[in-house]
C-alpha cells in the first residue's frame, strides 16, 4: 500500500453528487478502487455499482488521446488545409490527428467564414452538463460575448426543464427545496415518475429506510418498479395520466378541505381562483378512473394518498416520468400547488424533490448554460432558441456550425432522422469529448479532453449542493476550459484564465445570489460535507423558509386542465388497440452509456436494451427480437422479455445504447412551454424479426 494515495472527489455520474473518495496507485497513476466515506454525508457511505466499479473509462485504450479532424471536412476546404497541412498526421481512412493549438485554429478560421457568410447567430453552442460549473459557465461566455450569439443550451432541454418552468412559474426557483437528509424526518412521501432505485440509487436508500420503518410511502408509476414492493400505496396509472392524477389530488385536498388556510393566506396568491377551477374539473374528480378500465382502484388510492399528503409532514419525488410528457411544466406546477395548499414546503421533512439527471445539470443550468437565462438565472442581453428550435433552425440553413461539449446530440434527443438530416445540412461541428460518441463521429474536429476524474472544479448536485472536485490522476489532455481559452484568444476574445479557480472566482461575482460566499478555500474545507447554495455568509439546507422567491415572495397557482388524449382517450371509448411505449434507465448504465460501456462488468450486466412486454400480450410477439416502429422511424430489433411487471398494452425500455436507436421512434411532440420531448409515451407498432 505504500504506493497507494487516497483522493476525496464526487461521483462522475447521476444528480445524486455522491462524495467519494478512491485509492490511487501514484507509480502507476491508476484508480484501484473507488469508495465512499464512512461519513459522506450525501452517500452516507454508500455507492451504487456505477460510482463504485465504473471508473474504467478513465484509462481506456478508447479514450481520445489528440484532436481529430476529419479528411472530408478538409477536402471541402481547401484553404484550412494549405494552412495547417504541415502539421497533419495519418490516423485512419477518415481522420488526421493534429495537436491542439491546430484543431482551434482550423476551428477559428471556420466559425470566422461562417459568422461573415451567414452572420452571427448561425453558431450555437450545446451541451456542458457532464463537465464541470466553471467550463459551463465559460462555454455560454464564449458564446455569447465573443461568438456574439445567443444559442446556448444544454441536455436540460431533454429532462428537467420542465421543472425549472414550473418551479419558478409558481414558487420562483427551479431546484430542490430541501435536503437528501431531510427524507428522514418526512412523515409521508410521494414518488412519482421516478423509478428511484436504478435512476438515483442512494437516495433511494434514505427512501426505502423511512418506508420499511414508517409504511409511509405512495408510488405512481406507468409499471410496477421496486419501489412498490415497499409502498403503502401502490398506484399504477394509465400513460399520459400525470396531470389528471395530480389535479385530483388537488381535488381531494379541496373538497375535504384539508388545506392549510393560514399558510395559504399568509404565503400565497390565487387560491380561490384556483381552487374553483378544480372543483369544476370533469376531469380532477378521482371518481373520473371508476371509467378507465383496469385502473378503477386508483379512484380510492388517490383520495388516502391525498389524505395522508394534506395532514403530514411530507416530501414529492419526482423525475424524467413527469417532465419528458406534452404536459411535463404544467405536471411540475401542479406538484408545487399540493404543497402551496397544505404549506408542505419551508421547513424539515417537507419539500419538493426534482431528480436530476446528470451529476452537474444543475449547475450548468445555473451558470446560465440555458438560451433564456444568464448566469445565476438573470435576464440575457438577448434570448436564444432552444435545441429542437436550433434543428429547426439547421434544417432552413440559417444555424451552420454546431459547437458540442459532452452532450450526445444524436443519441439521447428525440426524432434521430430528423435529426441526423439536420446535422448533415451543417458546415461545421466541433465535439469536445471523451470517447468517439454517435455525435462525434459526425463531427468535423474532435477534441479528446480531461473527465471528471482528471481535473478540479465545482458540480452542483440535485440537491443544489456544490462539491469541489479533484484529480484522481494526472492527466496531460486539456481541460475544456484550456480548449475554449485557446479558441476564444483566436477569435478575438480576451480570456485570460489561468485555472478553474480564476473562472469560479468570476462565477462568484457574476452569479452572486448563489455562490458569493461559496470560494475554493470554503469548498475544499467542507469537500465531504458540500455547501448548498445559496452560499453568503452560510449556505442554506432549506429554501422558502420565510418567503418564496418571486418577485413579492408570494407562491401562485398556475391551473391547467387534463386533456384526455392517447391510451386513457381508447380506454374510455373502449377502443384500445396497439401498445404504448415508455422509457428509462437501468442501475448499471448512465444515459448513452458512454462512460459505463468501458466497464466489463457493466456491460455484462446490461449489454443492450431491453423491452419489457406483459405476459398477457406473448401471442403478439412470436419471435426473440422485434423493431418497434412509429411514423417518425424505427428501432433496430430488440430483444424482448416477458414480465407480469407491465400492464397489457404497455411496454418498457431502456435508452442507452445508440444501437438499438429507440430515439427514432419519437417525433417533435414536446412540452408546450418548453420544448422538452415527450419520451415516456409513444403508441408504436410491433414487427417481429
Not at 502539421?87 to 459568422?115: G, N, R
Not at 407562491?555 to 381508447?570: A, N, T, V, W
Request: charged share 25%; aromatic share 8%.
Amino acid at each position: 500500500m505504500e504506493n497507494i494515495e487516497t483522493i476525496d472527489s464526487v461521483c462522475t455520474y447521476c444528480g445524486v453528487g455522491c462524495d467519494i473518495a478512491a485509492n490511487v496507485d501514484v507509480n502507476e497513476n491508476k484508480i484501484t478502487k473507488i469508495f465512499a466515506h464512512p461519513d459522506g454525508v450525501v452517500s452516507q457511505g454508500k455507492l451504487c455499482i456505477k460510482g463504485k466499479y465504473g471508473y474504467d473509462f478513465v484509462d481506456s485504450q478508447e479514450r481520445l488521446r489528440k484532436p481529430r479532424i476529419k479528411k472530408s471536412f478538409l477536402e471541402k476546404n481547401p484553404a484550412i488545409k494549405n494552412a495547417i497541412g504541415s502539421k497533419l498526421k495519418e490516423f485512419d481512412d477518415t481522420w488526421y490527428e493534429c495537436d491542439l493549438d491546430t484543431a482551434t485554429t482550423t476551428a477559428s478560421i471556420k466559425l470566422k467564414e461562417i459568422q461573415e457568410k451567414y452572420g452571427r447567430k448561425s453558431v450555437c453552442s450545446i451541451g456542458g452538463a457532464r463537465t464541470s460549473c466553471e467550463n459551463s459557465y465559460f462555454f455560454q461566455k464564449f458564446t455569447r460575448h465573443t461568438l456574439n450569439s445567443p444559442h446556448v443550451d444544454n441536455c436540460a432541454r431533454v429532462c428537467h426543464s420542465p421543472s425549472l418552468k414550473g418551479m419558478r412559474e409558481t414558487i420562483g426557483e427551479g431546484a430542490a427545496t430541501n435536503p437528501y437528509n431531510d427524507i428522514y424526518n418526512a412523515e409521508f412521501m410521494i414518488v412519482i415518475g421516478s423509478n428511484t432505485t436504478e435512476a438515483h440509487p442512494i437516495i433511494a436508500n434514505r427512501i426505502l429506510d423511512v418506508a420499511r420503518e414508517h409504511d409511509n410511502l405512495a408510488v405512481f408509476d406507468v409499471r410496477e418498479i421496486k419501489l412498490h414492493r415497499f409502498a403503502k400505496y401502490k398506484a399504477i396509472m394509465p400513460h399520459e395520466a400525470n396531470l389528471m392524477v395530480l389535479n385530483m389530488l388537488a381535488y381531494v385536498i379541496i373538497d375535504e378541505e384539508l388545506y392549510d388556510e393560514s399558510f395559504l393566506a399568509e404565503r400565497t396568491k390565487g387560491f380561490d381562483e384556483f381552487k374553483d377551477k378544480i372543483l369544476n374539473d370533469p376531469y380532477a374528480n378521482p371518481d373520473y378512473f371508476k371509467e378507465i378500465a383496469g385502473y378503477e382502484d386508483m379512484a380510492k388510492i388517490i383520495r388516502k394518498v391525498a389524505r395522508e399528503y394534506a395532514l403530514k409532514n411530507s416530501m414529492i419525488f419526482w423525475g424524467l416520468g413527469i417532465t419528458e410528457h406534452l404536459d411535463g411544466s404544467y405536471a411540475v406546477m401542479a406538484i408545487t400547488h399540493l404543497a402551496l395548499m397544505t404549506g408542505n414546503v419551508g421547513k424539515s421533512g417537507t419539500g419538493l424533490m426534482p431528480l436530476r439527471g446528470q451529476n452537474n445539470v444543475q449547475g450548468t443550468c445555473d451558470m446560465g448554460m440555458l438560451p433564456y437565462y444568464d448566469p445565476d438565472y438573470q435576464e440575457p442581453k438577448e434570448v436564444g432558441l432552444m435545441t429542437p428550435q436550433l434543428v429547426d433552425e439547421m434544417i432552413e440553413g440559417r444555424v451552420k456550425a454546431v459547437l458540442n461539449m459532452g452532450e450526445d446530440l444524436t443519441h439521447i434527443h428525440p426524432n434521430l432522422n430528423k435529426m441526423e438530416r439536420a446535422i448533415s445540412n451543417l458546415e461545421f461541428i466541433m465535439v469536445q469529448e471523451l470517447f468517439m460518441t454517435d455525435i462525434a463521429s459526425k463531427a468535423d474536429i474532435v477534441v479528446g479532453v480531461k473527465s471528471a476524474y482528471e481535473k478540479t472544479g465545482v458540480y452542483v448536485n440535485a440537491m443544489r449542493r456544490l462539491h469541489l472536485s479533484q484529480p484522481l490522476v494526472k492527466s496531460d489532455l486539456p481541460d475544456d476550459w484550456e480548449v475554449l481559452k485557446q479558441l476564444d484568444n483566436k477569435m478575438g476574445g480576451d480570456a485570460s484564465y489561468t485555472s478553474t479557480k480564476d473562472i469560479w472566482e468570476e462565477v462568484q461575482k457574476v452569479a452572486y445570489r448563489r455562490f458569493s460566499g461559496a470560494d475554493y478555500h470554503r469548498l475544499e474545507k467542507h469537500r465531504k460535507r458540500g455547501l448548498q447554495w445559496p452560499v453568503h455568509t452560510e449556505d442554506t439546507p432549506i429554501l422558502h423558509q420565510l418567503d418564496f422567491r418571486t418577485e413579492d415572495g408570494y407562491g401562485r397557482f398556475h391551473y391547467k386542465q387534463y386533456e384526455l388524449r392517447g391510451m386513457i382517450d381508447e380506454i374510455t371509448k373502449n377502443s384500445l388497440t396497439g401498445y404504448h411505449l415508455t422509457t428509462g434507465r437501468t442501475l448499471a448504465h448512465y444515459n448513452n452509456a458512454a462512460q459505463t460501456k468501458q466497464t466489463d462488468n457493466l456491460m455484462d450486466r446490461y449489454p443492450e436494451d431491453i423491452l419489457l412486454v406483459c405476459e398477457n400480450d406473448a401471442k403478439d410477439f412470436s419471435s426473440e427480437k422485434v423493431i418497434l416502429k412509429t411514423e417518425y422511424g424505427q428501432t433496430n430489433p430488440l430483444t424482448i422479455k416477458l414480465t407480469d411487471k407491465v400492464k397489457p398494452k404497455t411496454l418498457f425500455t431502456t435508452f442507452h445504447h445508440a444501437d438499438s436507436r429507440i430515439n427514432a421512434l419519437f417525433g417533435d411532440k414536446c412540452d408546450e412551454l418548453i420544448l422538452t420531448a415527450a419520451f415516456k409515451s409513444i403508441k408504436v407498432e410491433v414487427i417481429n424479426c
